[in-house]
């Protein structure tokens, strides 16, 4: 059995998948040459992350593909059900990488409550000859401690960003279309926890009662975010997305930005991926990732091993 890891896999996923007698291959190839590639190399398992796309020309192209897995969460890169009703299975990494992308949405509010962003722009170049204008520019920034955060989509993401949120002593409000009411369970290190029973609200309440807002929901036909909803947003509130590009309007974001209704946004994931927006980029109020919030060592190997189990037991279940 071979299986081609089209967009990486850990050292530990090929590891663990060699040690149950697979051939892993990490060459990374073109798109457009997907298709030939597959076929002259017999490829039964087409692993991919966010950038390779498989979509109906390859499923119908590629007859000894029998499993398309996904590195993590999203699988909007793949033509899921028409994998399905040609009896491919089509499996993904739910709950490998969700405290990595937590982490980064806190990079981001901590960048944004105490300006990291725009400090980590102006020092290199001004730091040593402007120093105390610029300690005095950035002498007002704000605690999370007591503020409100609201999560737009519940999942296990969205819970992850709870858990570090209560941590800190944050107020958590939630909005999902799904989801009713969760149970949140902090863990600390000792092995105490607490659990905490968060019943979501409507996705309007949660704009409205919240100092900052983060996004975790898949792609959507339309956005989620517009000028609308900045409208009952708090003024100089802040806004957190690394869920995926084109939830957020970002003509909308930038025109929130420059009236001073939002004070900052932080973005992982971006409308026009792999080449975001120039005014978005550009934006002083803008702390910025290259859609990075599964990546880290530790997620990267939890998503590899996901994928060696799964595939295993698929395969060892039809031999």
């Known amino acids: 059995m071979k299986i081609l890891a089209n967009d990486g896999i850990s050292q530990s996923g090929v590891d663990a998948l060699e040690k149950d007698g697979f051939e892993v291959i990490t060459t990374k190839v073109a798109q457009e040459q997907l298709i030939n590639y597959i076929n002259k190399n017999q490829i039964n398992v087409l ?10 020309d390859i499923i119908d192209a ?32 739910p709950a490998a990488s969700s405290s990595s992308v937590a982490e980064l949405v806190f990079a981001h509010l901590f960048n944004g409550v105490r300006f990291v962003f725009d400090s ?21 920034g704000t605690e999370l401690r007591g503020k409100t955060l609201g999560i737009i989509g519940f999942g296990r993401i969205g819970r992850e960003v709870a858990k570090i949120a209560l941590g800190l002593g944050m ?83 930038i025109n929130a930005l420059d ?31 290259p859609h990075i919030g599964a990546a880290t060592n530790e997620a990267q190997d939890r998503i590899g091993l996901e994928l060696a189990s799964q595939i295993t037991a698929i395969l060892k279940t039809e031999k």
């Open 47 to 56: 692993l991919v992350r966010s950038a390779t796309k498989v979509r109906k």
């Open 120 to 140: 980590n722009r102006n020092m290199p170049l001004e730091g040593d000859s402007r120093f105390k204008d610029l300690k005095k520019a950035y002498a007002k």
């Open 171 to 253: 107020r958590v409000i939630a909005s999902d279309k799904f989801i009713s009411k969760a149970t949140v369970k902090v863990d600390f290190y000792n092995g105490q926890f607490i659990n905490v029973e968060i019943d979501t609200e409507p996705m309007e309440d949660v704009l409205q009662h919240s100092d900052f807002i983060t996004l975790h929901v898949p792609a959507q036909k339309d956005y989620i975010i517009g000028k609308k909803e900045f409208g009952l947003m708090k003024n100089g509130a802040g806004i957190v997305n690394a869920a995926r590009g084109g939830v957020i309007d970002e003509v909308a974001l």
């Open 62 to 93: 590629c007859e000894s593909i029998k499993i398309i897995g996904r590195g993590g969460v999203g699988m909007d890169n793949i033509d899921v059900e028409y994998a399905r009703s040609k009896e491919i299975h089509v499996i993904n990494t």
């Open 259 to 289: 009236s001073d209704k939002l004070a900052f946004a932080g973005l992982d994931v971006f409308e026009n991926e792999p080449t975001p927006a120039i005014k978005v980029l550009m934006n002083p109020n803008v702390s910025l990732t």
